[in-house]
């Protein structure tokens, strides 16, 4: 016999905790679910589309009838339960249904409270909550004319923005002299009431509510109703509504009642236990560590753990959230995160652009981002609060903070905002996603985090230029949708972030990935395609000597050596050092291609010769033809160095001042067959002129008069980003310590994917200098150890396929009859 859960409330909290358990253990256990309210699971958060008219009841059902009768749920709509037995585990409904449990959850949520005001209980009072406020909204829009919202917050402008659609004449009253004061400045607070009045919606701010005044019966028999608001100072305005949107209260009343020991809310531990290790409790309703919860994301992320809990996977905790909120209020965009408000010991950095309606701050505290404030313009908002979250030095960046990440070269989004976009603009560029392809998906498929729009559409999944503009649509189509982790996991798999674990593997001496697993308790078995070639490389780089590379841990490009195209067929790229060839090289490739009928030969942007159009069954051929004229693997298609780019230099051009092309070739030389987080390019100028655009890649050298100067952390592409000046150099010897040291830094402390130019924005060039400039010693530590890995890291892989190695990979499938 299953053991028996039963859930009590059936919203979006308690709800996801079930979806979250049947992800992970199907029927493990025989479920009930009591909701008060006569509906399904509904969408909370939307409930201000419907009030507006944009959207029905129906478009926001998170799970219909069907969802709960396939997963062999009961739901029983409808029915309050007013006590709890927790000797005999006994749950009673006020219409007398009873239930037993094995496993209990507390999901009950919260209420909104009401001034205890005179008046308060008048006809057309009403709090914001549930499907069933709104719709007393939308009744009294129908028969009467004034509306009065009584809460500057959130909550209240939404209700203002809605009941204005419908036709009232709304008042906002606020008890302090500025709108949303827990999410905004007061000058971003005067922007917002700006806006909103230019909608028709009024404002009477530092008014404190004395009564509800009832209006004039028509018939006796009429319960009375709302007819004005009179105020401390005695003035009184006509309110046929009056909406309370003041704030919520966790709802612990049933569990008080049944001894449960409560605070504020319902305290949990990070399992999410009360103290009745039987009963759970997850939502608003819930007190952990001291905070209380009115987000969507750190709700599920309560669920998640609660689900992991039930179903005995014994991992997984809750550790609270860091605040980072993106809000819709009426369409404007808002964003705030961390200390927004400052103070003593504090400085604040401010742009304000009057005329566009754009308001940005940033609270910064030696040189560390401590919390910001945007309004009309939140595309960096996520820039921001990653340089909160990671505690980044802004030191080197600080004169240009203000306008953005477009202004550390980051090309991808511009400064656009998402609420004046049409429908078929154009998101993610990388998957060809358009805005109504995202909005549509949110809507369609109930999303409600950036992981699942990237699941369900692809848009950021891919260079994550345009992350900023999707959080927007997310947040403009959800509304205060989101909370963050204080620490990122690296997937689903882990709640470690991609630091924590790499950190492990070398502390605790981990050196396979299933000793990963078992000591940072993997969620997963066997990991996934995001942690496992992530892993694989930590591994690689922390004991070049003691692990095995894992190929069925690496992207389709790496396992075959070369590079996948559309058609199914392959490119080849030879290694030509430093860009350069001889006339038998050449020679050789042109046979290759005569030889194996290639059909496209083409220059590269990196010097190098590309065969386009490779069966995959020749390319062991192809790869044995080019290893005889004494060519090797290019590794055009890893993680890992690409080209050593270079100019003539002063062997032929009249300009040159150092010998380029050697220094390139002898960078190359020491360098290739490295693996890196991600592809790592580099060039050698022969003079300031620049020839081989050393400043557009991740270690660049422009000869000069006096020596080298050493550029890091450029790249072009998608996100084109100029590289930093690291340093000047005298010799030669000293660029190559410095460039095996700087890849070395990168290979160690980067994550995994993440090129040369986020990194140093992440950690700064401060930092990096101090590394590889400043610690003489650490420098060379580090080159030498650069120098070491690359003793096993040093061999041909075209050569070891010519001589067999996994040549199962190359055959071709045999065709079906």
């Excluded at 009179?230 to 009184?236: A, L, P, S, V, W």
């Excluded at 996977?313 to 400052?342: C, N, P």
């Excluded at 300031?688 to 050393?694: I, S, V």
Aim: net charge neutral.
């Amino acid at each position: 016999m299953k053991p028996k859960l039963i859930l009590i409330g059936n919203g979006m909290a308690g709800v996801r905790t079930l979806e979250e358990l049947q992800k992970i253990a199907p029927g493990k256990y025989e479920t009930t679910v009591f909701g008060a309210e006569p509906h399904v699971n509904y969408n909370r958060i939307l409930l201000s589309p419907v009030l507006a008219g944009e959207k029905t009841f129906d478009e926001i059902v998170i799970n219909d009838r069907s969802w709960y009768d396939d997963n062999e749920i009961t739901l029983h709509t409808g029915r309050k339960v007013v006590s709890i037995d927790r000797k005999h585990r006994v749950v009673l409904a006020e219409d007398g249904t009873e239930a037993s449990y094995d496993r209990l959850i507390l999901a009950t949520g919260s209420q909104p409270f009401i001034l205890p005001v005179p008046g308060k209980e008048l006809e057309g009072v009403v709090g914001f909550r549930d499907i069933h406020d709104v719709s007393r909204m939308l009744d009294a829009s129908q028969k009467h004319k004034h509306a009065v919202v009584i809460g500057g917050g959130l909550l209240g402008l939404e209700a203002a923005n809605g009941l204005l659609k419908r036709g009232m004449h709304v008042t906002v009253v606020h008890l302090l002299d500025t709108l949303m004061e827990r999410q905004l400045d007061k000058p971003a607070a005067a922007l917002l009431r700006r806006s909103l009045e230019d909608t028709g919606v009024n404002f009477l701010l530092e008014a404190q509510t004395e009564a509800i005044l009832p209006a004039p019966r028509a018939l006796a028999e009429e319960p009375p109703r709302v007819g004005s608001i009179r105020f401390k100072n005695g003035t009184e305005i006509p309110a046929d509504l009056v909406v309370m949107a003041v704030g919520i209260r966790p709802n612990i009343e049933l569990a008080k009642s049944c001894g449960i020991h409560c605070e504020r809310g319902i305290v949990v531990s990070d399992t999410l236990q009360t103290y009745d290790p039987r009963v759970y409790s997850v939502g608003e309703c819930v007190q952990h560590r001291g905070n209380l919860f009115g987000l969507v994301a750190p709700l599920f992320e309560q669920a998640k753990v609660c689900a992991n809990h039930l179903a005995e996977y014994g991992i997984g905790r809750y550790q609270g959230s860091v605040t980072s909120t993106k809000l819709k209020v009426t369409g404007i965009d808002l964003f705030s995160a961390g200390d927004y408000l400052g103070g003593n010991g504090y400085e604040e950095l401010v742009f304000q652009d009057p005329t566009r309606g754009v308001y940005k701050k940033l609270v910064v505290k030696d040189n560390k981002v401590k919390g910001a404030v945007l309004y009309g313009d939140t595309v960096d908002g996520s820039w921001y609060f990653q340089l909160m979250r990671e505690n980044t030095d802004i030191a080197d960046f600080r004169e240009t903070v203000m306008f953005g990440r477009a202004h550390m070269a980051d090309s991808g989004r511009e400064g656009q905002s998402v609420m004046g976009m049409s429908a078929d603009a154009e998101i993610c560029g990388c998957n060809g996603v358009c805005k109504k392809t995202i909005v549509d998906a949110i809507v369609g498929k109930k999303l409600f985090t950036l992981d699942e729009v990237r699941a369900h559409t692809k848009a950021s999944a891919s260079c994550g230029s345009c992350t900023g503009l999707v959080e927007q649509i997310l947040a403009a189509t959800v509304g205060n949708y989101d909370q963050t982790p204080k620490e990122k996991p690296m997937c689903k798999c882990t709640e470690h972030a991609h630091d924590t674990v790499r950190a492990a593997i070398v502390e605790q001496g981990l050196k396979t990935m299933d000793a990963v697993f078992k000591a940072l308790e993997w969620k997963t078995a066997d990991g996934c395609h995001s942690c496992r070639p992530a892993l694989n490389y930590y591994l690689l780089c922390a004991w070049p000597d003691g692990y095995k590379d894992d190929p069925q841990s690496r992207f389709i490009n790496e396992r075959v050596h070369a590079n996948i195209q559309k058609d199914g067929t392959y490119s080849v790229v030879p290694r030509m050092w430093g860009g350069l060839t001889t006339p038998n090289e050449l020679r050789a490739i042109a046979d290759v291609a005569d030889k194996f009928k290639i059909p496209t030969v083409k220059v590269t942007g990196g010097q190098r010769i590309d065969l386009l159009g490779v069966k995959k069954e020749d390319l062991p051929k192809v790869w044995g033809d080019l290893n005889a004229a004494g060519m090797v693997s290019g590794h055009a298609y890893g993680k890992s160095l690409r080209t050593v780019k270079t100019c003539v230099g002063s062997e032929w051009c009249r300009f040159g001042t150092q010998d380029s092309t050697g220094l390139g070739v002898k960078l190359e030389k020491i360098t290739w067959g490295s693996w890196t987080p991600h592809k790592f390019k580099m060039a050698v100028s022969g003079c300031p002129r620049n020839c081989a655009e050393a400043t557009i890649k991740d270690f660049g050298v422009i000869c000069v008069d006096s020596g080298y100067e050493v550029h890091v952390g450029g790249n072009g592409g998608i996100k084109i980003r100029g590289t930093d000046l690291l340093c000047k150099l005298g010799t030669e010897d000293e660029v190559k310590e410095y460039c095996g040291a700087f890849m070395q830094l990168y290979r160690e402390e980067a994550r995994y994917l993440e090129r040369t130019a986020p990194w140093i924005e992440r950690v700064g060039l401060t930092y990096v200098k101090s590394r590889i400039v400043e610690d003489e010693e650490g420098r060379k530590v580090l080159n030498e150890r650069f120098l070491v890995s690359q003793q096993t890291a040093q061999v041909d892989p075209w050569a070891e396929r010519v001589q067999g190695k996994e040549q199962e990979l190359f055959q071709p499938l045999r065709a079906l009859a």
